[in-house]
């Protein structure tokens, strides 16, 4: 007669292992922070000792006040006609230097926005990008006055 | 004549591959994350314009409250005293990688003069590469 005998079982036990690593997946899921890793480009122009002197009367200013009020060249101005002011000084000159000096009491907000504002030019019809500068407080007192 | 017992099918599920399929994913997971170096709570400016930043870029933050933040792009931000550290910090980066990317994560709301004294220091420590941290303006934002 032949004796039936329980073979032990030589399968390793796989089943759990998609729990845990599931378990894994979930963790990473949650614990995962989409952050906004995007910004604008903000070319610092070259700290020199001997900066081209640029005299006020050839570039543009661009005052911005708190609250966001803009004067470009001592005439207050919205956002979106900016562009259109520029043009035609710009095409005489398209190195002409745009000059954004915010106000020190005025939002960061402001200043991004004329920034990205002004540096969509070429999406406006402007054939060269502008040369805009951003100077500091430091710099304004030691060139400019 | 005896008739073989059809063979018996035990009902069940091929889950081999699922592990496979599941760890496939946590590795994409583990390749992808990139841990953030700053956790400052802050509204971002919106702009148009908007570029992929790289990684490892050192941080500066600028919170509602005009505290400052620093982060060499490793290590968890920290709080600092003002912008001479920040110049100290962003000196040191720049002597050991000149191309290094910096990040200003400023709020919206923070005063001109705040984000001016961080631009103006890392100018200073001669930053070539140095982007602002910004969220997608959109037409609802017009």
């Known amino acids: 007669m ?21 378990l894994l997946i979930v963790f990473f899921m949650v614990t995962t922070t989409f952050t ?15 900066p081209p002197v640029i005299e006020k009367e050839e570039s543009v200013l661009i005052e911005i006040f708190p609250g966001g009020a803009l004067v470009v060249d001592q005439n207050p101005m919205e956002l979106s006609e900016i562009i259109e002011y520029l043009k035609p000084k710009l095409e005489r000159n398209p190195k002409k230097p745009v000059i ?27 054939q060269e990008p502008i040369n805009i500068s951003v100077p500091t407080q430091r710099e304004i007192q030691s060139f400019w006055y | 004549m005896k008739l073989k ?83 100290s910090m962003a000196a040191t980066a720049i002597s050991s ?22 631009l103006d220091a890392l100018k200073r420590a001669k930053v070539r590469d140095l982007r602002l941290l910004s969220d997608q303006r959109t037409v609802d934002d017009y």
């Open chain 2, 5 to 87: 017992a059809s063979i018996e099918h035990k009902p069940n599920i091929p889950t081999a591959s699922m592990a496979d399929i599941a760890f496939l994913l946590i590795i994409f997971f583990m390749l992808t994350i990139t841990f953030e170096v700053d956790k400052t709570q802050v509204t971002l400016p919106k702009t148009t314009l908007r570029n992929e930043i790289p990684k490892k870029a050192a941080y500066v933050s600028i919170d509602p409250d005009g505290r400052i933040r620093q982060s060499d792009g490793n290590d968890q931000s920290a709080l600092v005293s003002g912008p001479e550290d920040v110049l």
């Open chain 1, 100 to 126: 954004i000096r915010p106000d020190v009491a005025t939002e960061y907000k402001h200043m991004v926005q004329v920034y990205d504002e002004l540096r969509q030019g070429e999406e406006h019809g402007l």
């Open chain 1, 2 to 22: 032949r004796i039936e005998r329980d073979r032990p079982d030589d399968e390793i036990p796989t089943s759990s292992m998609a729990d845990i690593a599931f």
């Open chain 1, 36 to 50: 906004a890793t995007r910004g604008l480009d903000f070319a610092l122009p070259e700290d020199d000792d001997n």
């Open chain 2, 97 to 118: 990688d000149p191309s290094k990317t910096f990040v200003v994560k400023a709020d919206g709301g923070v005063p001109w003069e705040k984000v001016d004294q961080v």
